[in-house]
């Protein structure tokens, strides 16, 4: 079945970095678009980058243009999200998603938190 691991949370200060990692399993990655969405306290679940299959197109929520990047790994099965200068208004769950015949696929998420 279609699995979605996400890991590489944490605390981290403003102005620092993390990389977050999903390991996809269940499916043939290479074929399929990937996704990253955050979800805050008290707020909707946003997109927050995506990276097309093939030849790896990418967009990004405006609030984290410059700052996040998003890459995959079609060996190793694996989606990445890098992100720097973070901010507090980046704490949030950030989860790993794919979209296979009109389903969504969740990861369980990983909490990052942005706090000095």
């Known amino acids: 079945q279609v699995q979605l691991v996400e890991s590489g949370g944490g605390l981290v200060q403003p102005g620092g970095s993390l990389t977050l990692s999903c390991a996809a399993s269940?499916?043939?990655?290479?074929?399929?678009?990937m996704s990253w969405y955050r979800q805050a306290p008290g707020k909707e679940r946003e997109l927050v980058a995506r990276?097309?299959?093939?030849?790896?197109?990418?967009t990004y929520a405006d609030s984290v243009k410059g700052r996040f990047t998003i890459s995959r790994d079609d060996f190793k099965n694996t989606v990445y999200l890098q992100m720097n200068n973070l901010e507090p208004e980046d704490t949030a769950v950030y989860s790993c998603?794919?979209?296979?015949?009109?389903?969504?696929?969740w990861g369980q998420g990983t909490q990052v938190t942005v706090s000095s």
């Open positions: 269940g499916f043939t990655f290479r074929l399929y678009a």
């Open positions: 990276i097309s299959n093939s030849v790896g197109t990418t």
């Open positions: 998603n794919t979209n296979i015949g009109r389903t969504n696929y």
